[in-house]
């Protein structure tokens, strides 16, 4: 008699998976019938996922479990932690390279080989905002880790709860003028699905241990006509006012004074490297990028339902 031997679902941690890129891997992971551990400061941020009867939501830090504790019985784990802004006594190297470092000794407490590192387009320890150099600071952790590791390197991530997309939207329906900083810096923006299923094929293909692969779109746009395609999107048209490099800063030196963090002078720095893919999307992933065209009106303007095709008609010239 043939024993059919049944294997259990392998088990994969998210360290950020609360996050936007995170919540959207948790559900593509789930669908493809892993289990998944969602890592987080505060369980309540992850609270839309309690719906997936394969997400377990594991507290972290001093409220909760230690990192290698929750890693135990995980077949790879994945670092979506990433912050834009510094504030307080919250800074980039802490939470980038501290954190990786802090998960990559965890992984090897616990025995987890595999690491995915969700790095970012243009990182270098020359960079010109301490963001890249962060990041890049991460990504050299993950090189020495000694792990089977793979680092992903998107450009600006869209989706439907982006911060990106959605942010200028909001503004261009109540601003009379938008003064852009940085209006020339380049994006391949790439969609948040599709930057889940590159996590999925990077742990289902293991020819791709010790690479760095970059995820672009397939377009790059300057931030000028990205946000133009918003406004055409959206039907509205305040005028867009591109700021030099100097206005920029002192736009972003103002900003930095509000409670909520729209942009920094670092984040102007960031933005003087082109955020751009330095080749083709990757072939070994087996799939090509969705473009921007097809995905943001349908969430920019979910309300109007059939009448955006008209916005979009005009805007292709038909
Ligand atoms: N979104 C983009 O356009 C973009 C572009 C390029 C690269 N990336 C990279 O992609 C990754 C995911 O980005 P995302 O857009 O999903 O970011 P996000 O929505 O801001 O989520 C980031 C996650 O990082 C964790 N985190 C934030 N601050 C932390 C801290 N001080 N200590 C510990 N954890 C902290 C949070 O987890 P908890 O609050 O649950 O603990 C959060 O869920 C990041 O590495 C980011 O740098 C994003």
Known sequence: MTVLKITPPQSIALLGGSGFVGRALARQLAQAGYLVKVLTRHANRASVLTV??????I?????????????QG????VNL?????????????????????QLIAACKVAKVRRLIHIGAIGTDAHAPSRYLRSKAASEQAVH???LDWTILRPSVIFGQEDQFLNLFADLAKIAPVLPLAC???QFQPIHVEDVARAVLGCLALPETSGSTLELCGPKVYTLRELIQHVEEWIGVRPPILGLSLGLSLLQASIMELLPIKLITRDNVRSMQVPNIGSGPFPSVLGFRPSSL???????LLPQLGRARYG??????GR
């Not at 916005?311 to 292709?316: G, I, N, S, V």
């Open 74 to 77: 995980c077949s790879a784990a």
């Open 183 to 185: 209006p020339n810096a």
């Open 81 to 101: 932690v990433g912050i834009l802004h510094e504030s307080g006594s919250v800074r980039f190297d802490d939470v980038h390279a501290g954190l990786a470092q």
């Open 293 to 299: 065209e097809t995905i943001v009106p349908a969430y």
């Open 52 to 57: 997936l009867p394969e997400v377990q939501i």
């Open 59 to 71: 507290e972290i830090g001093s409220s909760g479990a230690s990192l290698s504790e929750a890693l």
């Open 144 to 146: 020495a880790s000694g």
């Open 311 to 316: 916005h979009l008609r005009r805007f292709a």
